[in-house]
């Protein structure tokens, strides 16, 4: 099993530049989640789908949109990127609400600058 | 005033050393009480977690919560290189499956 995978790892974008993040996990969870780490702010809940279908917002949304394609892929677009999109993103996955204390699996994280 | 606390650090130790890091926190609401440990450059990994108050051990570490206290520890015995890491203590109140986590404490163990 590959658990948590994110494409791509790095990525440089221009000022204005859309790009898409992809997540997939083969763990079968019902939640995914995705994280900006930002040095010193530890890790802010940007989006978080808690089951298939369903999207909601988490701590700081703004500048990004979601998809669950299916109940593995979650993706996450930055329409207009800006210089204070620069972060590193990590996507999650657990089995979802209702399951003990829902420990949260993460990928390996993309680092992304926005120039 | 942020939900969870944490010290950023950096701790530097000599090898052996006992390691104390510590959360506070302000919702009484969580239950759920965690420990990742990040290495660089990688995802979190989870430690160890603990629900309600109380401690619990599992080799080297020990994770104690204190609700009354809203103050939440992670101690590591004999200390190696290879514990050098970013530690995150992460809450959760159990209802909608989101964790809160701390600003995360950067370790180094010198040998």
């Known amino acids: 099993n590959a658990g948590v995978t994110q494409t791509p790892k790095f990525q440089v974008l221009k000022t204005g530049q859309s790009m898409t993040l992809q997540c997939a996990q083969d763990m079968n969870h019902n939640s995914m989640y995705w994280y900006r780490q930002d040095p010193g702010m530890g890790l802010r809940l940007i989006y978080y789908s808690a089951s298939e279908g369903t999207t909601d917002k988490g701590e700081v949304p703004n500048g990004y949109n979601v998809s669950r394609l299916n109940k593995r892929e979650f993706s996450l677009r930055l329409e207009s990127a800006a210089p204070s999109q620069t972060s590193v993103y990590f996507c999650a996955s657990s089995e979802g609400v209702g399951y003990s204390y829902n420990e949260q699996f993460f990928g390996p994280g993309t680092r992304l600058t926005v120039l | 005033q942020k939900e969870v606390e944490q010290d950023p650090g950096p701790l530097s130790v000599p090898e052996g050393a006992i390691v104390s890091l510590n959360c506070t926190y302000s919702n009484s609401a969580f239950q759920y009480f965690m420990w990742y440990r990040q290495y660089s450059r990688k995802g979190p990994e989870l430690l160890m977690y603990?629900?309600?108050?109380g401690n619990k051990e599992d080799g080297r570490f020990t994770a104690q919560v204190d609700k009354s206290s809203k103050y939440i520890s992670l101690f590591i015995r004999d200390s190696q290189p290879s514990d050098s890491a970013t530690y995150l203590c992460a809450m959760s109140s159990g209802n909608t499956g989101k964790l809160i986590f701390g600003q995360g404490t950067t370790l180094q163990v010198k040998p």
């Open positions: 603990t629900y309600s108050s």
